[in-house]
């Protein structure tokens, strides 16, 4: 993905997601902000997504809808609190996305089970792969 606004849509998608619990929690924006970083975006134009609606973008490949879900469930427990709100919305979120529920489930168990809710990018793939076989 190297076209601006694709990235701007994903970060987008990010923020919308970060208040589904009813609040942008210091550590979300702190977050979104390094993923704005890494994906090399203007500050102004970051800052200026909080205040759009949201505008949906298709992702093509596969593994950049898994680097993507797995960017959600960062963000779904920087926060430190889970909401069933949060939990509900990125299931809803993955299966859009055309990824297989079982995997869902199953990379979320595992970063609710981490004690630092971070997984390896081997198993989340593997996961994935898996129910492809």
């Known amino acids: 993905m190297n076209k601006y606004d694709e990235k ?3 970060l987008a998608e990010m923020i919308s997601f970060s208040v589904v619990d009813g609040r942008l929690h210091d ?3 702190f977050f979104l902000s390094m993923i704005a ?3 090399q975006l203007d500050k102004n134009d970051f800052n200026n997504l909080f205040h ?3 505008y949906p973008v298709v992702i093509k490949s596969e593994f950049e809808r898994i680097q993507q879900f797995y960017r959600l469930a960062l ?3 920087c926060d430190g609190v889970l909401h069933e709100r949060e939990q509900i919305k990125i299931h ?3 299966i859009n996305m055309g990824l297989n529920p ?3 489930k199953r990379v979320l168990k595992a970063m609710e089970n981490s004690p630092n ?3 390896s990018p081997e198993f989340l793939l593997e996961v994935f792969q898996e129910q492809l076989n």
């Open 52 to 54: 759009q609606e949201e």
């Open 117 to 119: 809710k971070i997984i």
């Open 102 to 104: 079982h995997a869902i």
């Open 92 to 94: 809803e979120i993955g």
């Open 37 to 39: 970083d890494e994906l």
């Open 27 to 29: 550590r979300e924006y």
């Open 8 to 10: 701007l849509a994903l």
């Open 75 to 77: 963000l779904m427990h």
